[in-house]
C-alpha cells in the first residue's frame, strides 16, 4: 500500500471530482495521503477531507509564497486547528520561496514565519514539512536552530551535502515526480546516498506530475511511479520501496498501521 506524503486536494483542479477521486484511492492500492495546508482556507479543508477520509491525513500551516498582512492572526488559526483536530499530524507548509525574486523585507518576513511556526511545531510536539525553493542555506539555518524538531524537506532540491545533515538532524527526504524526468541528476546521486530509512515519496498533486504523464493534472493515482524510479535507483524492487516508505510517512507522522 502506497502513502502519497503531500498532495493538494483543495486545489481548485481538484473541484469537479474530488470526492470521486478520493473515494478510489484505496482501490488502487493508494492507502495514505497527506494534504498539507499553505494558509487558513486550504488548512481547513484538508482537514474537512481528514475528516472525511479515515486514509487521509491533515497538515496545516503557511506556506512561504502566501503570507499575508494580518499572518500573526492567521497563526493563531493554524494553532487551534493542530491543537483542537486529531488528524492534524504535522505544521505545513512551511518554509522560504525565494523563485520569485523576493526583496529583502520580503525574505525576511518569510524567515519570522518559518522560524514561528517551527516553534509552534515544537511547543505542540509535531513535525514539519519544510518547502525550500531557492533558499538552501537560509532553511538550513532556520532547521539548525530546533534542534528538538523533525520533519521532511519535501521535493527535496537540495545538495548531497545539506541531505547529510539533514539526515543527522533526524530529517526525512521526499520526492516528487521531478526524479521520473530524464534530466534529475541531483535528486538521483541523493536517492542513491540517503539511506531508505529516511526517504518518502509524494505527488505534490495538482503539481509536478511524473513520467509518462507529464504535464497532465497529478493526483495520488500516479505516485506508484516515485516508488518504481527509487526502486530502480537503488536497485531494489518497487514493492520493498512501497512498504518501507509508507513505514517511514506512518513513523514521521504518528499513523499506527
Ligand atoms: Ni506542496
Not at 537560509?138 to 537540495?158: L, N
Not at 541523493?190 to 513520467?211: C, F, G, K
Request: hydrophobic share 40%; proline share 4%; charged share 30%.
Amino acid at each position: 500500500m502506497l502513502f502519497d506524503t503531500h498532495a493538494h486536494y483543495d486545489d481548485e483542479r481538484f473541484d469537479e471530482d474530488r470526492d470521486t477521486l478520493l473515494a478510489s484511492m484505496p482501490e488502487n492500492n493508494v492507502g495514505l495521503i497527506l494534504n498539507p495546508g499553505c494558509d487558513v482556507e486550504s488548512s481547513r479543508k484538508a482537514v474537512s477531507y481528514a475528516n472525511k477520509y479515515p486514509f487521509v491525513y491533515a497538515a496545516v500551516g503557511i506556506h512561504p509564497e502566501n503570507i499575508e498582512d494580518g499572518w500573526e492572526a492567521d497563526l493563531e488559526t493554524i494553532r487551534a486547528l493542530a491543537q483542537n483536530e486529531s488528524k492534524v499530524r504535522a505544521i505545513g507548509e512551511i518554509g522560504l520561496d525565494y523563485y520569485w525574486g523576493k526583496d529583502e523585507r520580503a525574505r525576511a518576513r518569510q524567515q519570522v514565519v518559518f522560524a514561528r511556526q517551527m516553534e509552534l511545531a515544537r511547543a505542540l510536539h509535531l513535525p514539519v514539512i519544510v518547502h525550500d525553493r531557492d533558499a538552501h542555506a537560509d532553511s538550513m539555518e532556520i532547521t539548525r536552530r530546533y534542534p528538538d524538531v523533525i520533519g521532511v524537506y519535501h521535493c527535496y532540491a537540495g545538495h548531497v551535502e545539506m541531505a547529510r545533515e539533514l539526515l543527522k538532524l533526524g530529517y526525512y527526504l521526499s520526492f516528487t515526480g521531478v526524479i521520473t524526468f530524464k534530466n534529475a541528476k541531483k535528486a538521483k546521486e541523493v536517492i542513491r546516498e540517503v539511506p531508505m530509512e529516511r526517504l518518502m515519496i509524494e505527488t505534490d498533486s495538482p503539481y509536478m506530475a511524473p513520467e509518462p504523464f507529464r504535464g497532465r493534472r497529478n493526483s495520488s493515482l500516479y505516485v506508484h511511479r516515485m516508488a518504481e524510479t527509487i526502486a530502480e535507483i537503488k536497485g531494489i524492487s518497487a514493492a520493498e520501496v512501497e512498504r518501507i516508505t509508507t513505514e517511514n510517512g506512518r513513523q514521521l507522522f504518528g499513523i499506527s498501521g
